[in-house]
């Protein structure tokens, strides 16, 4: 009796073999799961409560990388500060750099602002562009493709199976871009400041123009110098719209909009972020809606 | 023109085609045959010719984008990073006292073990400058070294492989290196919560903790809890606890961790540990044990602050030739981080206890063997730390009395080049 239970234990381990998949992000787990299906089980390592340059490196997250048979990552170094030792501490072959197993997913992507010179004089800066492209919906198709290939590569017996979700999925994706394309046009020309260059992919796709930065540089918290230098320039250019991340201090944001009359708007950077962000579409509306607002 | 005189060739031999030339006819054939063979290799150089002529053509049609050096191999240069570290400090103790200290029981003139502990100096210290290279060498191996360099000596801290392709979530690490015994033995100063070694772990292991030539096996469990198991194997060079004869030294290391998440932002990492070697007494070979326990706690309360309690208690039972030593201590920090720029932390280090032959301290009270510290850290840039700290210790005996230490560090550490990752 008790072997039979543990023979159709292992059965159904054999019958139902799903790929484990670990994303660093939110939104990149959330893409893998519609291509996907039944077929993956997906696990998100990073937390969307926090700052995704700097996710809390638990030990619990080495047993999650110790399974995986393939690891998502957002690649542009937004991962560097945290998921090197993990990786090395997970004893994982499969998912090792240059394993068939890890998808870095920055080198499917079009990057922009890439430094033409890099130092640390100028703060942590990303040193192979911006890699902050998932808060933009237009590269979600760009991702899914790019983790349907992963897919099959890696379990080639359901290729069909991928490529239908995968279709099913960029038809209804192409239907909500029109539409989102359509609303956000009323924005064109609008301007921001925002508190790291989280949302570039997003503004330079929609013609909204970034007039500077809450932190003085990048990954370096918030100086009275810059601040009254940012209201002043805020100002001349009439900007009432602050994009405010879920992780940082927000006082700074406060006071600079009791200083412009400029309306503080707290927009998700990853799926969960906020309130609602919990698809998808509502993500991306809740980023389209604030911003524009 | 080549073709002409094939043809006349042919002519020739069909002119002289007669039985009595039967000679002749043979030479005629083979010179034919070597002029054919010419003949093909002047057609091939002929195409040839044409070749780098189209080649030229076209590398003048493509426009020069890109000046690189040649033989550039930057994009495979290792991951580096440097580390300096220097101090200004207050001490109530002169330096030439300081450096004959003694802690009752562990350790006898620290100045005589020729360990030079960091913020030697009553004043200004100049710690060291520390090279950390990590490079992947193939698909099978990355490989990682430390070079410590302090004004008076330069060292090879760490330098060892490690694999990178072994199944079965195994990997092993050969060369020398910190062990992973406990919570801190593999720590490096610099990343230390604060800039003194817990009194335990300095007592029985000295400044730099189990660092030795060696190897190393790691497993983690195929399990949803965090579970990681590893043994090691040294030379034994470490004097202050093991210390054999040159000749049968040995140092076997063992350790099971595992960490749990309470909540998503509440989780705890425990371990034990063992060290077993021999120690050297009276020309005799005897085994000392040394057992360890460790225990954190983290409680993050954003992306930039968390309340970190860490602790571990460390037991050596040590044979001799007449008596077994059993001496152990602990020590308990609670770090909070305030933001991206302040930390505070206070620490309190005791000797539990030390049953060893004391009798050289007669006289002196060996009791209570305990240390306070406190310290507030100031990072203006991600990179650098600026550190306030301030101890009170009463572990230490000098010229043969109890001698009660305040003092007070200010620390600067830079550390420039690649990122290294945040620690748990
Ligand atoms: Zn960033």
Redesign the pocket.
């Known amino acids: 009796m008790k072997k039979l239970l543990l023979l159709t234990i292992l059965l159904q381990g054999f019958l139902f073999a799903s790929l484990r998949v670990d994303t660093t992000y939110s939104t990149m787990g959330l893409i893998t799961q519609k291509i996907g299906g039944d077929l993956v089980n997906v696990t998100v390592l990073g937390s969307s409560k926090y700052d995704p ?1 700097f996710i809390v490196p638990k030990p619990s997250l080495i047993a999650k990388l110790r399974r995986a048979d393939l690891l998502i990552m957002n690649g542009g170094g ?1 991962e560097l500060g945290w998921l090197p030792p993990l990786l090395r501490a997970a004893n994982n072959a499969k998912i090792q750099n240059g394993a068939k197993g890890l998808l870095d997913m920055s080198h499917y992507i079009s990057m922009i602002d890439v430094p033409s010179s890099v130092s640390r004089a100028f703060g942590d800066v ?1 040193a192979q562009g911006n ?2 492209f998932s808060t933009d919906p237009n590269q979600v198709l760009v991702m899914a493709e790019a983790i349907k290939k992963k897919l099959i590569q890696l379990d080639p017996e359901n290729e069909k199976i991928y490529q239908e979700n995968f279709n099913v999925f960029q038809k209804k994706w192409q239907r909500y871009l029109q539409n989102f394309d359509t609303k956000m046009q009323m924005c064109q020309g609008k301007k921001v400041v925002q508190y ?2 989280l949302y570039n992919y997003f503004l330079k796709r929609y013609d909204i123009q970034s007039i500077g930065n809450i932190e003085p540089l ?1 990954g370096i918290s918030p100086s009275s110098k810059h601040t009254l230098a940012l209201i002043m320039s805020m100002r001349q250019n009439h900007v009432k719209t602050i994009l405010q991340d879920v992780y940082h201090e927000q006082k700074t944001a406060a006071f600079i909009a009791s200083k412009t009359g400029a309306k503080v708007q707290i927009i998700p950077h990853d799926i969960r972020a906020v309130k609602g962000s919990d698809t998808l579409e509502n993500f991306y509306n809740i980023i389209g809606k604030r911003i524009c607002n | 023109m080549q073709k002409k005189l094939l043809l006349s060739l042919f002519a020739f031999t069909s002119l002289l085609a007669d039985s009595e030339v039967e000679m002749l006819k043979q030479q005629l054939l083979q010179q034919q045959k070597i002029t054919q063979k010419l003949l093909t290799r002047i057609e091939a150089l002929e195409v040839k010719q044409k070749k780098v002529v189209h080649t030229v053509q076209q590398q003048a049609a493509i426009k020069n984008v890109n000046t690189s050096a040649s033989f550039s191999q930057n994009a495979y240069l290792p991951d580096m990073a440097f580390i300096l570290n220097m101090s200004a400090l207050d001490r109530n103790v002169k330096n030439s006292n300081y450096t004959t200290y003694d802690i009752p029981g562990f350790i006898n003139n620290i100045g005589a073990t020729g360990e030079l502990p960091f913020n030697k100096n009553d004043g200004f210290n100049f710690n060291y400058a520390e090279v950390a290279l990590r490079s992947t060498v193939d698909p099978y191996f990355d490989a990682f070294a430390i070079f410590h360099l302090s004004p008076a000596a330069f060292a090879i801290e760490e330098a060892f492989v490690k694999t990178r392709a072994i199944p079965y979530g195994i990997q092993i690490k050969v060369g020398t290196f910190k062990s992973d015994f406990g919570r801190i033995n593999s720590k490096h100063q610099h990343v230390w919560q604060f800039d003194t070694q817990p009194i335990i772990y300095k007592s029985l292991f000295g400044p730099d903790g189990i660092s030795d030539a060696g190897i190393q096996a790691q497993w983690v469990a195929p399990t949803d809890t965090y579970i990681m198991a590893g043994v090691e194997a040294f030379a034994g060079t470490n004097s202050r606890s093991f210390g054999a004869d040159t000749q049968n030294r040995h140092l076997y290391v063992g350790y099971l961790k595992s960490s749990v998440d309470i909540r998503d932002d509440l989780s705890v990492l425990g371990g034990v540990s063992i060290a077993h070697g021999d120690n050297y007494d009276n020309n005799v070979t005897n085994p000392t044990n040394i057992y360890g326990l460790d225990l954190t706690l983290r409680n993050q309360l954003g992306s930039y602050s968390s309340l970190v309690w860490q602790s571990e208690f460390l037991q050596r039972d040590k044979k001799l030739s007449t008596r077994t030593d059993k001496q152990s201590g602990l020590y308990s920090e609670l770090i909070y981080q305030y933001n991206n720029n302040w930390y505070a932390g206070v620490r309190y280090d005791t000797i539990l206890k030390n049953d060893t032959d004391l009798s050289a301290y007669s006289g002196v009270d060996t009791s209570n063997l305990d240390r306070y510290t406190a310290k507030i850290d100031y990072h203006p840039f991600p990179m650098s730390r600026l550190r306030l700290q301030y101890s009170y210790d009463r572990t230490k005996v000098i010229e043969g009395e109890r001698k009660d230490i305040n003092e007070i560090s200010l620390s600067l550490n830079i550390a420039a080049g690649a990122h290294g990752a945040h620690n748990y």
């Open positions: 340059h937004l990303h890699p902050h790291h260059e990048p």
